[in-house]
């Protein structure tokens, strides 16, 4: 639930980052010379592009507590059978022994969505989150029945 709420709240600070800066872009067009109107076009540019990013983390995030909650309700979530530090950090060699059995299990049901997704918990437990994040995609994906990309 914290995660969340920290999500929303850089979410509406984003917001209003872009809206500030898309009014000075307004204003460097409304100057009307040349380089003012480039830079201008240049500044408006960025927001939309911050809006697309946060628009597809947000709906990433979404799918895959989606997914999250039906494999809970299916009691298909992954157990946490990680050794920690005293600190309390994921040892890494059973971060490797864990990602070694899903690997293997995904493996056998490349076509499974629900490997997948314990693939990407795995991934995301070795600390590779580019992998994590590629799985989870091929998780959402398959579980869509949208076209999956090798």
């Known amino acids: ?45 960025l927001p939309f592009i911050g809006a ?15 997914l999250a909650r039906e494999l809970e309700a299916e009691g298909g979530l992954p157990v946490d059978e990680l050794v920690r530090t005293p600190g309390g950090r994921i040892d890494r060699d059973s971060a490797d022994a864990v990602f070694a059995r899903r690997q293997a299990e995904t493996e ?25 994040r590629k799985a989870m995609q091929r998780a959402i994906a398959l579980h869509d029945g949208k076209a999956v990309r090798a």
Do not use: C, N
Not at 2 to 25: C, D, E, N, W
Not at 52 to 66: E, N, Q, Y
């Open 1 to 45: 639930m914290r995660a969340k709420i920290v999500y929303f709240a850089l979410a509406a600070v984003l917001v209003v980052y872009f809206v500030l800066v898309g009014s000075r872009g307004v204003l460097l067009i409304e100057q009307g010379t040349a380089v003012t109107v480039v830079f201008g076009v240049a500044v408006l540019i």
């Open 52 to 66: 697309w990013f946060l628009w597809h983390t947000t709906k990433f995030a979404r799918d895959a507590g989606r």
């Open 108 to 132: 056998e049901a490349p076509g499974d969505w629900r490997s997948w997704f314990r693939l990407a918990v795995a991934y995301h437990d070795a600390r590779d989150t580019p992998r994590a």
